[in-house]
């Protein structure tokens, strides 16, 4: 039995650490400062220059800066860090590259720069086509600087550009969120990400859900987001693609695919991860630490980081957990051998000709029933093929 391959495409991951303010929601790792954004830029390419010698026989396809806001950054340091990507790397010849931008930080001069580099595609962080949910999130923007941002990207001529949006939020309703799902597709976007909202450790959402300040929605809300989100989605000719992931055919995240078809990027920034096979699986993630991060840089080592070397189970259960999460699934061959050890599973799964994939109970399920599919498998381990 053997699993799909991964993907043969190498990415690269940039990590823009700054944010004019912080979420209550967002576990990413930022810092609400300006200072040292030009340490920050000379760090970053020294990094590239320690790893250009280990990658110079790879040509990345995808390039994704990601934060943190990105947009943050005036054009002047996007120039900086694209010349420096250009003398240290090789990239192919068709390649996606997205920046991360937030409404309120999006102006005509900066997207005129992402244009002028390279940068073809824009994911912007809406959230919500509601003030008062945006109000919730703590986000810096309301409806207006978002439709004003997207109108901007369109002008500087960027066909491919996402928009987030986020459901579960504590007084949102089903028609609310469908409203901004509306918004969006009527904006003229090409790509829409839907996440649902989740209590991370350390957040101020986590606090006041702890205190009991902030109650969330039951289960049964969120599923009933999710099928009112897929079916809308589907009527107005988005594909979902991966769980959360919704796209007009042609314009899925080639980025993001990498990721869940498990195959390799090099991450920089701090508390960006890289993951590669040879010469062996191994992941690498740099420390969330801005300072450290700089400090080390500057006397030309590489920044703080832990590595986990990774074995045929750990591979295993990574790909199944990334694999489940698209519309493609797993090979038949495969799903129907985990059927007959565990014929639960089977009641998750709908199967094609060649691959099973998620149904909608399965989708609600999906981070539990990868870990209780690794364990069906495990016994048999020996049998599969990577």
């Known amino acids: 039995m053997k699993l799909p391959g991964y993907s043969d495409k190498i990415g690269l991951y940039i990590h823009v650490p700054f944010c004019r303010s912080k ?25 590239m220059e320690l790893y250009s010698g280990r990658f110079r026989d790879r040509a990345f396809t995808t390039i994704y800066i990601g934060g943190g806001t990105p947009s943050i950054l005036n054009g002047e340091q996007v120039r900086k860090i694209f010349e420096a990507l250009k003398k240290y790397f090789h990239f192919e010849t068709e390649i996606e590259v997205t920046i991360e931008a937030n409404p309120e930080s999006i102006s005509s001069d ?27 999130l703590g986000r810096a923007h309301n409806i207006l600087m ?15 550009i996402n928009i987030d949006l986020i459901f579960g939020i504590p007084g949102q309703t089903i028609k609310s969120f469908m409203q901004s799902i509306e918004w969006a597709v009527n904006q003229g976007v090409t790509h829409i990400s839907t996440y649902s909202l989740t209590v991370e450790p350390g957040t101020l959402l986590h606090r006041l ?15 009933e987001m999710y099928r009112a989100r897929d079916e809308m989605l589907s009527s107005l000719g988005f594909r979902r693609y991966e769980i959360s ?57 590489f920044p703080p ?33 985990i ?48």
């Open 339 to 386: 059927f007959s050890k565990n014929e639960r599973i089977s009641h998750f799964f709908v199967c094609g000709e060649r691959f099973c994939a998620l149904n909608f109970e399965g989708l609600m399920v999906a981070d539990s029933l990868s870990v209780e599919l690794f364990r069906t498998l495990e016994p048999y381990i020996d049998m599969i093929e990577l």
């Open 245 to 301: 992931n919704f796209a007009i055919p042609g314009f899925e995240s080639m980025h993001n695919r990498i990721y869940w078809y498990h195959g390799e990027y090099l991450g920089l920034g701090p508390s960006s991860a890289s993951f590669v096979y040879k010469p062996e699986p191994l992941r690498w993630q740099n420390n969330p630490d801005l300072s450290g991060y700089i400090r080390a840089l500057s006397m030309g080592n």
């Open 146 to 160: 978002a439709e004003k941002s997207i109108k901007i990207v369109h002008k500087e001529g960027f066909p491919n």
């Open 209 to 223: 859900v702890q205190t009991g300040k902030i109650r969330m929605p039951d289960e049964d809300k969120f599923r």
């Open 110 to 136: 900066t997207v005129r720069v992402w244009k002028e580099v390279g940068i073809n595609r824009v994911s912007i962080g809406v959230q919500s086509a509601h003030d008062a949910e945006l109000r919730f």
């Open 23 to 47: 979420c209550i929601y967002c576990g990413f790792y930022s810092e609400v400062s300006s200072d040292l954004q030009e340490r920050y830029i000379s760090s970053l390419i020294r990094e």
């Open 305 to 337: 980081l832990k590595k986990d070397y990774l074995n045929v189970k750990a591979l295993l259960l990574e790909r199944i957990f990334l694999y489940i999460r698209t519309t493609k699934g797993i090979p038949r061959e495969l799903a129907e051998f």
